[in-house]
């Protein structure tokens, strides 16, 4: 199954892609992150995450077969990261994904859909979410899009240093649910040796 999602995320990526121009002296660097199911191990959040939106939504099924896989092109020259994610078997939908700073569970350095909720300013913030306000209501399915390292003022880091700890392998993706909090997938960003 996991050769089918990079299968998925490579050709999302590739959608994203085709209408992009870059410098043709600009030599993307290829990333990828393999999402394994991290809410045997986590921990329970201190804080329980959106209390009122997980009430409405069906009870949380089974986590064993969650997992993902992402690809990742990097552009040095204009600092653009082009993502595509695949992720399936989830216990229930997303309620918040996100690119973290290292070590496990450190802040925010950038949202992919949902939004850390109020009064945790441990988690840091990114601005907008490049996928939405909210998560897709599935658990399975694609994230796909781009944004340009831009640092994070809440972290008070520059680009540069975003660049440098993903170039480092010192991020990573985390997908957050109702039944998994601290994060139920997650998966280092690490440079592609294929």
Same mark, same amino acid.
């Given at each position: 199954?996991?050769?089918q999602?990079?299968?998925?995320a490579?050709f999302?990526l590739?959608?994203t892609?085709?209408n992009?121009s870059?410098a043709?002296d600009?030599?993307?660097?290829?990333?990828?992150?393999?999402?394994?199911?991290?809410?045997?191990?986590a921990s329970? @959040?201190p804080i329980?995450?959106y &209390?009122?939106?997980c009430?409405?939504?069906p009870? =949380?099924?089974?986590?064993? *077969?969650? #997992? $993902?896989k992402?690809v990742l092109?990097?552009?040095p020259?204009?600092?653009?990261?082009?993502y595509?994610?695949a992720?399936?078997g989830?216990?229930?939908?997303?309620?918040m994904?996100?690119?973290h @700073?290292?070590?496990?569970?450190? &802040?925010?350095?950038?949202?992919?859909?949902?939004? =850390?909720?109020?009064d945790? *300013?441990? #988690? $840091?913030?990114?601005?907008h979410?490049?996928?939405g306000?909210?998560?897709p209501?599935?658990?399975?399915?694609?994230l796909?899009g781009?944004?340009v390292?831009?640092?994070?003022?809440?972290l008070?880091?520059?680009?540069e240093?975003?660049?440098q700890?993903?170039?480092?392998?010192?991020?990573?993706?985390?997908?957050?649910?109702?039944?998994n909090?601290?994060?139920?997938?997650?998966g280092?960003?690490?440079?592609?040796?294929?």
């Amino acid at each position: 199954m996991n050769k089918q999602l990079a299968l998925a995320a490579l050709f999302s990526l590739s959608c994203t892609i085709s209408n992009t121009s870059y410098a043709a002296d600009e030599q993307p660097v290829l990333f990828t992150a393999d999402l394994s199911n991290a809410g045997a191990t986590a921990s329970p @959040s201190p804080i329980p995450f959106y &209390p009122n939106e997980c009430a409405k939504l069906p009870a =949380p099924g089974s986590d064993a *077969n969650a #997992l $993902g896989k992402a690809v990742l092109l990097y552009y040095p020259k204009s600092k653009t990261l082009h993502y595509a994610i695949a992720f399936s078997g989830l216990s229930g939908p997303a309620m918040m994904s996100h690119i973290h @700073s290292s070590p496990n569970n450190a &802040p925010i350095v950038q949202t992919f859909c949902g939004k =850390p909720p109020p009064d945790v *300013n441990n #988690l $840091g913030h990114s601005g907008h979410a490049l996928n939405g306000k909210a998560c897709p209501l599935t658990t399975e399915g694609f994230l796909k899009g781009e944004y340009v390292l831009k640092g994070n003022p809440s972290l008070k880091m520059t680009p540069e240093q975003e660049e440098q700890q993903l170039m480092a392998g010192e991020l990573f993706i985390n997908f957050h649910t109702c039944k998994n909090m601290p994060g139920e997938i997650k998966g280092a960003i690490v440079k592609s040796t294929k």
